[in-house]
């Protein structure tokens, strides 16, 4: 398996751009996380997803952030309109609970996005 | 504040052994999960330790649980310039069956020659 996949890699955009990332979860996994990581907050929950279905958003810092998950294989984060403090590694995990080593996350390359 | 909590940095010295201390809130937690963020990459499953058992070893690895003091510690034998990373001690949640983590701050663990 190829893993978590996540793109882009890099984005660089200006304050006021609408920024899309997309995140592929591993095969067979049914819930997906999307995490923010910056120096001063450490690592944050955003949102979390079971079944495609959207358990838990109350991580979202503002309504700026929405995620969606329109089918098993594939799910967006999007920021809308973007500003500087939202610079940051945002990661895509997924997992199927209750595996046999638990909750397992395994977690996609990142996404490094810079707001100018 | 943050439910699992870690000391932000440890320094050791090339073949010393490391010791990373966390604590838990959730005592009923299943299971609990060293996680190793290396640079640039995401976070990888290090090592796990199911809440029955008070001690599992994995070759340099060494991980201790105190469910009294709702305590995990990982120990690092003969520590290498290629363990330093972050890293993450996790819990998962007994009220949650979607496979969320419950994850600490992680500790920045430096190695010196």
Redesign the interface.
Known sequence: DAG?IQSPRHEVTEMGQEVTLRCKPISGHN?L?WYRQTMMR??E?LI?F?NNVP??DSGMPEDRFSAKMPNASFSTLKIQPSEPRDSAVY?C?S????SG??????????TRLTVL | GEDVEQSLFLSVREGDSSVINCTYTDSSSTYLYWYKQEPGAGLRLLTYIFSNMDMKQDQRLTVLLNKKDKHLSLRIADTQTGDSAIYFCAESFTTDSWGKLQFGAGTQVVVTP
């Open positions: 978590v819930s996380f450490g690592l929950l979390y079971n358990i838990d990661f995990a997992t199927r609970p209750a080593s638990g909750n397992e996350q395994f977690f996609g390359p990142g």
